[in-house]
């Protein structure tokens, strides 16, 4: 059982970064893609960005390109964001998943959460 916990969330002024963690147990080495989500109060949880395994394939919101930065630590087993430039739209509690699968249809997906971590822009 895949068990992921985040952390790095908090309060920041627009404009500023934040970097969360993703510390991840229980995972045996696989293929499958990682990732983050997030969801706002009101709004449906969304896709923010996935990195497959090996490190190199990475597919990015349109909302969040240019300004996060996804990366994986496989020895310690950490998946990060790097958020920068950050916006009171980038609101949200904050999730790290893990076996994302993409769909035609409904788009990204993933089987294992995280509990969630806040992240709050203030203007």
């Known amino acids: 059982q895949v068990q992921l916990v985040e952390s790095g969330g908090g309060l920041v002024q627009a404009g500023g970064s934040l970097r969360l963690a993703c510390t991840a147990s229980g995972r045996t080495p696989s293929f499958y893609t990682m990732g983050w989500f997030r969801q706002s109060p009101g709004k449906e949880r969304e896709f923010v960005v996935g990195?497959?395994?090996?490190?190199?394939?990475?597919d990015y919101a349109d909302s969040v390109k240019g300004r996060f930065t996804i990366s994986a630590d496989h020895a310690k087993n950490t998946l990060y964001l790097q958020m920068d430039s950050l916006k009171p739209e980038d609101t949200a509690v904050y999730y790290c998943?893990?076996?994302?699968?993409?769909?035609?249809?409904?788009?990204?997906?993933?089987?294992?959460w995280g509990q969630g971590t806040q992240v709050t822009v203030s203007t």
């Open positions: 998943a893990d076996h994302l699968v993409i769909d035609a249809y409904s788009g990204w997906s993933a089987e294992y």
């Open positions: 990195i497959h395994y090996n490190g190199e394939t990475t």
